[in-house]
């Protein structure tokens, strides 16, 4: 094991150095466990899990090896600076505050280093050749899709990492998501009728509905809606159809709620379980996330930083042992619990707000075209599926936000059609 460990760190800072792009592949297909066969995480020494946490230092260190330094790309330094203060802060916090030790704070950091990724593409953007990266992305999209039909005919077969015996859970669908909207900016930009195209888009969203992460596919469904629609083909928002579209929805609502017998009485009695907290997932949800409100509670503002589970602060708090999801703060399903946890109100807001300020850049008329639009679409999701997701905390959201808002930097100077044909 130790002799696959240094190969693998020393592939990493290899290509890191010296194949920006390669390295950019290398870093995807590691997050998606090698497509199933090798999960990194399982590269452990002295009982702390190595694999992701030195890939991401590599890339982080990498960058001092960039040759023929150039200015950084317009709109990146900003969002380089939130990612050292998450970081930098996030340590330091439960340190000061001795909570917790510089080794038990740097282990419980190791999430949020996933945006080592966005720095690296943002200091080698120059070297990177993006036709391929998206191409990867695209390819990469269809296998993931492929592995949850393929479980439906043959379910041994399946990559052993994916394969759970009961269900398939590839890493990760959000990849699978972002494919969707590259291949609609061809939808977009060209009229497209070729029947393949639109057959890999089907393909792919249905994968996403049998992954069985309902946030994903709604917000997904909802965002390709928006994209292909909404706005015309000047990137002009359609009035005309955005009313039309209430009016057929308010329409279809009242005949549903006339014909459907019982409909009316089953969702106000729904409404009134979820405003009461009485619906059943929520009570289990908040019954769960017990531990995490009270310590929300004790630093609202500024929160605690990354705290391990094994440090003394830990103790303040009951906790059950039925699960690793009971016996610590982290938490990949409540992703505002996960960020209000570490960074507090104050904290968990701004980095929201400036993280969707980059993101959105797409929908700024300065910026605007097929491609940051298609991008800042697929970004949108990230506000709603953070409810049920940790997308600003975990590499599942963390590495295809870095892809697309990569893309967006490229592309947003772009004036022309003929400019778009030929990069694209």
């Not at 330091?92 to 280093?113: G, M, T, Y």
């Not at 296998?143 to 041994?156: D, E, Q, R, T």
């Not at 910026?367 to 409810?387: G, R, V």
């Amino acid at each position: 094991m130790i002799v696959v460990i240094l190969a693998f760190f020393g592939l990493s800072f290899l290509l890191a150095a010296n194949r920006p792009t390669s390295f950019v592949i290398f870093y995807v297909l590691a997050s998606t466990k090698f497509l199933g066969f090798v999960d990194p995480a399982q590269f452990i020494v002295g009982g702390i899990e190595l694999g992701y946490f030195v890939l991401n230092i590599i890339a982080i260190f990498s960058i001092f090896f960039k040759k023929n330094w150039v200015e950084l790309p317009e709109n990146s330094f900003g969002i380089i600076l939130l990612i050292t203060v998450m970081i930098v802060y996030g340590i330091l916090r439960p340190i000061l505050n001795e909570f917790s030790s510089v080794k038990q704070a740097f282990i419980a950091s190791k999430d949020v280093w996933n945006y080592a990724i966005f720095i690296y593409l943002i200091v080698y953007y120059d070297n990177l050749d993006l036709k391929v990266i998206i191409s990867v992305i695209k390819w990469l999209g269809i296998y993931l899709a492929a592995n949850y039909f393929v479980y439906l005919i043959v379910p041994n077969i399946i990559p052993p990492f994916y394969y759970n015996a009961t269900h398939v859970r590839t890493f990760f669908p959000t990849y699978i998501s972002l494919s969707i909207f590259l291949y609609l900016i061809e939808v977009k930009m060209f009229k497209l009728k070729d029947l393949k195209i639109y057959s890999l888009i089907l393909f792919q969203f249905l994968g996403i509905v049998l992954a069985g992460h309902s946030s994903l596919t709604i917000m997904t469904g909802g965002c390709i809606i928006l994209y292909l629609f909404v706005f015309d083909e000047n990137l002009a928002l359609k009035s005309d159809v955005i009313i039309k579209f209430f009016g057929f929805l308010l329409f279809g609502i009242s005949l549903a709620l006339i014909f459907i017998n019982g409909l009316y009485d089953s969702i106000v009695s729904d409404v009134n379980a979820f405003i009461n907290s009485e619906d059943l997932a929520l009570k289990t949800r908040d019954l769960y996330n017990k531990f995490r409100w009270d310590a929300i509670n004790k630093q609202k503002v500024f929160g605690h930083g990354y705290i391990h589970q094994s440090s003394k602060f830990m103790n303040q708090f009951k906790l059950s042992g039925t699960s690793a999801y009971m016996e610590r703060f982290t938490v990949i399903d409540s992703g505002y619990v996960d960020l209000l946890i570490k960074f507090g109100y104050l904290g968990a807001s701004l980095i929201v707000i400036v993280l969707n300020k980059y993101f959105f850049l797409g929908f700024y008329p300065k910026y605007k075209n097929h491609i940051t639009l298609a991008m800042s679409s697929f970004l949108l999701q990230y506000i709603l599926i953070s409810y049920t997701w940790s997308v600003y905390t975990f590499i599942h959201g963390i590495v295809p936000a870095g892809l697309a808002f990569y893309i967006i930097l490229m592309y947003k100077d772009i004036n022309t059609l003929e400019n778009e044909i030929k990069l694209i």
